[in-house]
Protein backbone atom coordinates (compact mmCIF):
# COMPACT_ATOMS: atom_id res chain seq x y z
CA UNK A 1 0.00 0.00 0.00
CA UNK A 2 1.32 3.50 -0.81
CA UNK A 3 1.59 5.06 2.56
CA UNK A 4 2.21 8.87 2.08
CA UNK A 5 5.91 9.14 2.09
CA UNK A 6 5.94 12.02 4.74
CA UNK A 7 3.84 9.85 6.87
CA UNK A 8 6.08 6.49 6.43
CA UNK A 9 9.32 8.59 7.79
CA UNK A 10 7.65 9.69 10.65
CA UNK A 11 7.92 7.73 13.99
CA UNK A 12 4.33 8.85 15.48
CA UNK A 13 3.52 11.10 18.42
CA UNK A 14 3.84 8.71 21.75
CA UNK A 15 1.53 9.48 24.49
CA UNK A 16 2.21 9.09 28.12
CA UNK A 17 2.02 5.36 29.33
CA UNK A 18 -1.97 4.45 30.27
CA UNK A 19 -1.57 1.25 32.46
CA UNK A 20 -4.66 -0.30 33.52
CA UNK A 21 -3.56 -1.20 37.09
CA UNK A 22 -5.80 0.30 39.74
CA UNK A 23 -3.27 0.26 42.16
CA UNK A 24 -0.93 2.49 39.82
CA UNK A 25 -0.17 6.19 41.37
CA UNK A 26 -0.56 7.88 37.72
CA UNK A 27 1.24 10.87 37.60
CA UNK A 28 2.39 10.87 34.41
CA UNK A 29 -0.02 12.55 31.90
CA UNK A 30 -1.54 15.70 34.05
CA UNK A 31 -4.83 14.69 34.50
CA UNK A 32 -7.08 15.84 37.08
CA UNK A 33 -6.66 13.73 40.75
CA UNK A 34 -10.42 14.97 41.22
CA UNK A 35 -13.50 13.83 39.86
CA UNK A 36 -15.62 15.70 37.25
CA UNK A 37 -18.47 17.67 38.57
CA UNK A 38 -21.81 16.26 39.95
CA UNK A 39 -23.57 17.63 37.67
CA UNK A 40 -21.77 16.08 34.80
CA UNK A 41 -23.09 12.60 35.73
CA UNK A 42 -26.16 14.35 36.14
CA UNK A 43 -26.07 15.28 32.53
CA UNK A 44 -24.23 12.51 30.83
CA UNK A 45 -27.12 10.50 32.41
CA UNK A 46 -30.00 12.79 30.91
CA UNK A 47 -28.39 12.79 27.93
CA UNK A 48 -28.30 8.79 27.70
CA UNK A 49 -32.00 8.69 26.22
CA UNK A 50 -32.74 6.53 22.82
CA UNK A 51 -33.32 9.83 21.10
CA UNK A 52 -30.40 11.68 21.40
CA UNK A 53 -28.21 8.44 20.83
CA UNK A 54 -30.20 7.70 17.60
CA UNK A 55 -29.77 11.66 16.18
CA UNK A 56 -26.65 13.38 14.71
CA UNK A 57 -25.63 15.70 17.77
CA UNK A 58 -25.53 19.40 17.73
CA UNK A 59 -22.62 20.20 14.34
CA UNK A 60 -21.63 23.50 16.33
CA UNK A 61 -21.95 22.78 19.60
CA UNK A 62 -24.31 25.61 20.12
CA UNK A 63 -25.82 24.72 23.43
CA UNK A 64 -22.08 24.43 24.94
CA UNK A 65 -20.63 27.66 22.70
CA UNK A 66 -23.81 29.82 24.80
CA UNK A 67 -22.84 28.54 28.16
CA UNK A 68 -18.42 28.98 27.28
CA UNK A 69 -19.70 32.11 25.97
CA UNK A 70 -21.16 33.58 29.25
CA UNK A 71 -18.55 32.14 31.54
CA UNK A 72 -15.35 33.34 29.14
CA UNK A 73 -17.42 36.53 28.46
CA UNK A 74 -16.74 35.97 24.87
CA UNK A 75 -19.16 35.41 21.51
CA UNK A 76 -20.49 32.37 21.14
CA UNK A 77 -19.61 32.68 17.56
CA UNK A 78 -16.02 32.75 18.86
CA UNK A 79 -16.30 29.57 19.62
CA UNK A 80 -15.42 26.29 18.25
CA UNK A 81 -15.49 22.94 19.58
CA UNK A 82 -13.29 19.72 19.67
CA UNK A 83 -12.44 16.13 20.21
CA UNK A 84 -9.93 17.66 22.89
CA UNK A 85 -7.75 20.00 22.21
CA UNK A 86 -5.90 18.23 20.13
CA UNK A 87 -8.62 17.39 17.37
CA UNK A 88 -8.31 21.38 17.49
CA UNK A 89 -4.82 21.76 16.45
CA UNK A 90 -5.40 19.54 14.01
CA UNK A 91 -7.97 21.44 12.37
CA UNK A 92 -5.84 24.74 12.61
CA UNK A 93 -3.03 22.51 11.06
CA UNK A 94 -5.16 21.03 7.72
CA UNK A 95 -6.57 24.83 7.96
CA UNK A 96 -4.01 27.10 7.64
CA UNK A 97 -0.78 24.97 6.59
CA UNK A 98 0.18 23.75 2.75
CA UNK A 99 2.49 21.05 2.14
CA UNK A 100 6.38 22.73 2.37
CA UNK A 101 4.67 25.05 4.69
CA UNK A 102 6.24 25.91 8.01
CA UNK A 103 4.95 25.41 11.51
CA UNK A 104 7.12 27.03 14.57
CA UNK A 105 7.26 26.40 17.92
CA UNK A 106 9.05 26.29 21.06
CA UNK A 107 11.51 23.51 22.52
CA UNK A 108 11.42 21.79 25.17
CA UNK A 109 7.71 22.56 24.27
CA UNK A 110 4.53 19.42 23.46
CA UNK A 111 6.23 17.16 21.25
CA UNK A 112 2.39 16.57 19.55
CA UNK A 113 3.19 20.35 17.32
CA UNK A 114 6.21 18.37 15.35
CA UNK A 115 4.10 15.31 14.57
CA UNK A 116 1.09 17.35 13.27
CA UNK A 117 3.59 19.03 10.85
CA UNK A 118 5.06 15.65 9.79
CA UNK A 119 1.54 14.28 8.89
CA UNK A 120 1.09 17.88 7.17
CA UNK A 121 3.74 17.56 5.06
CA UNK A 122 5.72 20.60 6.34
CA UNK A 123 8.89 21.97 8.21
CA UNK A 124 8.94 22.04 11.68
CA UNK A 125 11.01 24.84 13.09
CA UNK A 126 11.76 24.28 16.84
CA UNK A 127 13.09 27.24 18.01
CA UNK A 128 14.66 27.69 21.29
CA UNK A 129 13.48 29.02 24.21
CA UNK A 130 15.79 31.23 26.33
CA UNK A 131 17.12 30.10 30.13
CA UNK A 132 14.03 31.45 31.08
CA UNK A 133 11.89 29.29 28.87
CA UNK A 134 10.98 32.58 27.31
CA UNK A 135 10.22 32.57 23.16
CA UNK A 136 13.50 33.98 21.35
CA UNK A 137 11.75 36.65 19.21
CA UNK A 138 15.18 37.60 17.53
CA UNK A 139 14.97 33.32 16.18
CA UNK A 140 11.04 33.28 15.49
CA UNK A 141 11.01 32.18 11.72
CA UNK A 142 8.87 35.30 10.46
CA UNK A 143 7.70 33.38 7.43
CA UNK A 144 5.85 30.40 9.67
CA UNK A 145 2.77 29.43 8.08
CA UNK A 146 1.21 28.13 11.79
CA UNK A 147 2.92 29.11 15.04
CA UNK A 148 2.21 27.45 18.31
CA UNK A 149 2.99 28.78 21.72
CA UNK A 150 1.76 26.64 24.49
CA UNK A 151 1.13 28.88 27.44
CA UNK A 152 1.71 27.91 30.23
CA UNK A 153 4.50 25.50 28.60
CA UNK A 154 5.02 21.74 29.30
CA UNK A 155 7.14 20.22 30.40
CA UNK A 156 8.16 23.61 32.41
CA UNK A 157 5.28 25.24 33.61
CA UNK A 158 6.25 28.53 33.35
CA UNK A 159 4.70 31.47 31.78
CA UNK A 160 4.84 34.05 28.60
CA UNK A 161 3.48 37.48 29.68
CA UNK A 162 0.33 38.92 27.98
CA UNK A 163 2.83 41.88 26.31
CA UNK A 164 5.48 39.01 24.78
CA UNK A 165 2.57 36.96 23.41
CA UNK A 166 1.46 39.84 21.49
CA UNK A 167 4.61 40.68 20.54
CA UNK A 168 5.33 37.34 19.07
CA UNK A 169 1.90 37.14 17.33
CA UNK A 170 2.53 40.50 15.55
CA UNK A 171 6.17 38.99 14.11
CA UNK A 172 4.09 36.52 12.15
CA UNK A 173 1.02 38.40 11.21
CA UNK A 174 -1.37 37.85 9.70
CA UNK A 175 -0.74 33.99 9.76
CA UNK A 176 -2.16 32.88 12.97
CA UNK A 177 -0.34 32.46 16.13
CA UNK A 178 -2.05 29.79 18.23
CA UNK A 179 -1.80 30.37 22.17
CA UNK A 180 -2.41 27.11 23.40
CA UNK A 181 -3.97 27.61 26.61
CA UNK A 182 -4.51 23.66 27.30
CA UNK A 183 -3.03 24.64 31.21
CA UNK A 184 -4.07 28.08 31.71
CA UNK A 185 -6.71 27.56 34.29
CA UNK A 186 -3.75 26.89 37.04
CA UNK A 187 -2.09 30.26 35.86
CA UNK A 188 -3.07 33.76 36.89
CA UNK A 189 -3.88 34.70 33.93
CA UNK A 190 -4.87 33.79 29.98
CA UNK A 191 -4.46 35.82 26.65
CA UNK A 192 -7.97 36.08 25.99
CA UNK A 193 -8.20 39.64 26.65
CA UNK A 194 -5.42 40.23 23.69
CA UNK A 195 -8.27 38.70 21.59
CA UNK A 196 -9.84 41.60 20.69
CA UNK A 197 -6.57 43.82 19.76
CA UNK A 198 -4.42 41.38 18.20
CA UNK A 199 -6.30 39.82 14.86
CA UNK A 200 -4.18 36.42 14.24
CA UNK A 201 -4.62 35.26 17.72
CA UNK A 202 -5.97 31.75 18.40
CA UNK A 203 -6.16 30.63 21.85
CA UNK A 204 -6.98 26.57 22.28
CA UNK A 205 -8.79 25.77 25.83
CA UNK A 206 -9.05 21.87 26.79
CA UNK A 207 -11.81 20.10 29.55
CA UNK A 208 -9.48 17.50 30.17
CA UNK A 209 -7.30 19.15 32.60
CA UNK A 210 -8.94 21.67 34.84
CA UNK A 211 -12.46 20.40 34.64
CA UNK A 212 -11.52 16.44 34.84
CA UNK A 213 -12.67 15.18 31.13
CA UNK A 214 -9.88 13.61 29.90
CA UNK A 215 -11.46 10.71 29.56
CA UNK A 216 -14.41 12.22 27.80
CA UNK A 217 -12.40 14.42 25.10
CA UNK A 218 -13.60 18.12 24.53
CA UNK A 219 -11.85 20.98 23.48
CA UNK A 220 -12.04 24.02 21.92
CA UNK A 221 -10.33 26.96 20.19
CA UNK A 222 -11.51 30.77 20.46
CA UNK A 223 -10.91 33.62 17.86
CA UNK A 224 -12.66 35.82 15.46
CA UNK A 225 -15.64 34.71 14.40
CA UNK A 226 -14.59 35.35 10.40
CA UNK A 227 -12.05 32.97 11.48
CA UNK A 228 -13.98 30.36 13.04
CA UNK A 229 -16.25 30.10 10.29
CA UNK A 230 -13.78 28.96 7.76
CA UNK A 231 -12.46 26.69 10.53
CA UNK A 232 -15.86 24.75 10.70
CA UNK A 233 -15.33 24.00 7.25
CA UNK A 234 -12.38 21.96 7.78
CA UNK A 235 -13.28 19.95 10.64
CA UNK A 236 -15.80 16.78 10.82
CA UNK A 237 -18.89 17.74 10.65
CA UNK A 238 -19.89 15.71 13.68
CA UNK A 239 -16.47 16.08 15.77
CA UNK A 240 -18.06 15.98 18.98
CA UNK A 241 -20.65 13.66 20.40
CA UNK A 242 -23.71 14.05 22.24
CA UNK A 243 -22.12 12.62 25.76
CA UNK A 244 -19.27 14.78 25.39
CA UNK A 245 -21.19 17.54 24.52
CA UNK A 246 -23.63 17.23 27.24
CA UNK A 247 -20.33 16.93 30.07
CA UNK A 248 -18.98 19.71 28.59
CA UNK A 249 -21.53 22.04 28.91
CA UNK A 250 -22.42 20.64 32.47
CA UNK A 251 -18.73 21.27 33.28
CA UNK A 252 -17.85 24.52 32.61
CA UNK A 253 -21.54 25.92 34.18
CA UNK A 254 -20.66 24.83 37.68
CA UNK A 255 -17.71 27.47 38.18
CA UNK A 256 -17.88 27.03 41.88
CA UNK A 257 -16.73 22.92 42.01
CA UNK A 258 -14.24 24.36 39.32
CA UNK A 259 -13.14 26.63 41.24
CA UNK A 260 -12.74 24.90 44.74
CA UNK A 261 -10.87 21.88 42.07
CA UNK A 262 -8.27 24.48 41.01
CA UNK A 263 -7.76 25.80 44.28
CA UNK A 264 -6.56 22.75 46.02
CA UNK A 265 -4.92 21.73 42.92
CA UNK A 266 -3.01 24.72 43.10
CA UNK A 267 -2.16 24.26 46.91
CA UNK A 268 -0.84 20.97 46.41
CA UNK A 269 1.72 22.05 43.89
CA UNK A 270 2.89 24.45 45.87
CA UNK A 271 3.62 22.20 48.76
CA UNK A 272 5.11 19.45 46.15
CA UNK A 273 7.41 22.22 45.14
CA UNK A 274 8.74 22.89 48.24
CA UNK A 275 8.71 19.15 49.32
CA UNK A 276 10.92 17.92 45.94
CA UNK A 277 12.79 21.00 46.53
CA UNK A 278 13.85 19.42 50.11
CA UNK A 279 14.41 15.66 48.22
CA UNK A 280 17.09 17.79 46.10
CA UNK A 281 15.26 18.54 43.02
CA UNK A 282 15.63 21.60 40.62
CA UNK A 283 12.21 22.59 40.30
CA UNK A 284 10.87 24.77 37.86
CA UNK A 285 8.34 26.96 39.76
CA UNK A 286 5.03 26.35 38.00
CA UNK A 287 1.64 27.54 37.02
CA UNK A 288 0.21 24.43 35.48
CA UNK A 289 -0.86 20.83 37.18
CA UNK A 290 2.80 19.32 36.83
CA UNK A 291 6.35 20.53 37.49
CA UNK A 292 8.93 20.03 35.73
CA UNK A 293 12.22 18.18 37.88
CA UNK A 294 15.53 17.78 37.29
CA UNK A 295 18.72 17.33 39.22
CA UNK A 296 22.76 17.72 38.26
CA UNK A 297 23.80 14.96 41.20
CA UNK A 298 21.92 11.57 39.60
CA UNK A 299 20.56 10.55 36.59
CA UNK A 300 16.50 11.20 36.52
CA UNK A 301 15.89 7.72 33.99
CA UNK A 302 17.08 5.32 36.86
CA UNK A 303 14.34 7.80 39.28
CA UNK A 304 11.56 7.19 37.31
CA UNK A 305 12.22 3.91 36.57
CA UNK A 306 12.54 3.47 40.96
CA UNK A 307 9.15 4.77 40.96
CA UNK A 308 7.35 2.82 38.53
CA UNK A 309 8.87 -0.55 40.30
CA UNK A 310 6.82 0.92 43.63
CA UNK A 311 3.61 1.75 41.68
CA UNK A 312 3.85 5.26 41.00
CA UNK A 313 3.97 6.99 37.52
CA UNK A 314 5.41 9.78 36.16
CA UNK A 315 7.07 10.86 32.75
CA UNK A 316 10.33 10.75 31.85
CA UNK A 317 11.33 12.95 29.09
CA UNK A 318 14.01 13.40 26.91
CA UNK A 319 14.46 16.32 24.16
CA UNK A 320 17.60 16.76 21.37
CA UNK A 321 17.64 20.53 22.87
CA UNK A 322 17.09 21.88 26.30
CA UNK A 323 16.70 25.81 26.80
CA UNK A 324 19.68 28.20 25.88
CA UNK A 325 22.49 27.81 28.28
CA UNK A 326 21.97 23.75 28.16
CA UNK A 327 25.07 22.34 26.65
CA UNK A 328 24.32 21.95 22.77
CA UNK A 329 24.79 18.63 21.49
CA UNK A 330 23.76 16.56 24.81
CA UNK A 331 20.04 15.82 25.55
CA UNK A 332 18.03 17.94 28.05
CA UNK A 333 15.40 15.50 29.98
CA UNK A 334 13.87 15.80 33.25
CA UNK A 335 10.88 14.46 35.09
CA UNK A 336 7.36 15.81 34.57
CA UNK A 337 5.58 15.08 37.74
CA UNK A 338 1.53 15.60 37.44
CA UNK A 339 -0.15 17.22 40.82
CA UNK A 340 -2.07 15.10 42.48
CA UNK A 341 -3.95 14.40 45.84
CA UNK A 342 -2.13 15.16 48.88
CA UNK A 343 -2.03 11.61 49.57
CA UNK A 344 -0.76 10.95 46.19
CA UNK A 345 2.09 13.20 47.30
CA UNK A 346 3.19 11.88 50.27
CA UNK A 347 3.36 8.86 48.76
CA UNK A 348 5.41 9.97 46.15
CA UNK A 349 7.78 11.63 48.58
CA UNK A 350 8.10 8.69 50.67
CA UNK A 351 8.70 6.10 47.71
CA UNK A 352 11.60 8.68 46.94
CA UNK A 353 12.29 8.92 50.28
CA UNK A 354 13.23 5.36 50.36
CA UNK A 355 15.97 5.31 47.52
CA UNK A 356 17.36 8.61 47.06
C1 LIG B 1 0.22 21.64 25.79
C2 LIG B 1 -0.91 20.69 25.52
N1 LIG B 1 -1.80 21.00 24.58
C3 LIG B 1 -2.83 20.19 24.29
C4 LIG B 1 -3.00 18.99 24.94
C5 LIG B 1 -4.12 18.09 24.51
O1 LIG B 1 -5.17 18.01 25.38
P1 LIG B 1 -6.51 17.28 24.98
O2 LIG B 1 -6.39 16.74 23.59
O3 LIG B 1 -6.72 16.22 26.00
O4 LIG B 1 -7.57 18.34 25.02
C6 LIG B 1 -2.10 18.61 25.93
C7 LIG B 1 -2.26 17.33 26.63
O5 LIG B 1 -1.50 16.85 27.38
C8 LIG B 1 -1.02 19.49 26.22
O6 LIG B 1 -0.10 19.16 27.14
Known amino acids: MTVRPNV ?17 VKLNTNENPYPPSPRVFEAVRAALTPNSLRKYPQPLGDTFRKAAGRVLNVDPDAILIGNGSDDILTILTRAFVPEGGLIASPTPSYILYKSLAEIQGARFAAVPLTADWQPDADRWP ?9 NPNSPSGTVIAPAQL ?9 APFVCDEAYADFADGNSLALLPSVPNLIVTRTMSKSYALAGIR ?4 VARPELVRELVKVKDSYNCDVLSLAAATAA ?13 IRATRDRMTTDLTALGFEVTPSHANFVWCRRADRALKPIYEALKARKI ?3 YMSYAAGPVGHPEGSAYDGLRISVGTDTEIDQLCAALRTFL
Open 166 to 174: AALAGLVSP
Open 313 to 315: LVR
Open 8 to 24: RAMSGYVPGEQLNDPEI
Open 218 to 221: FGFA
Open 252 to 264: IEDQDYFRDIRAK
Open 142 to 150: RDAHLSFVP
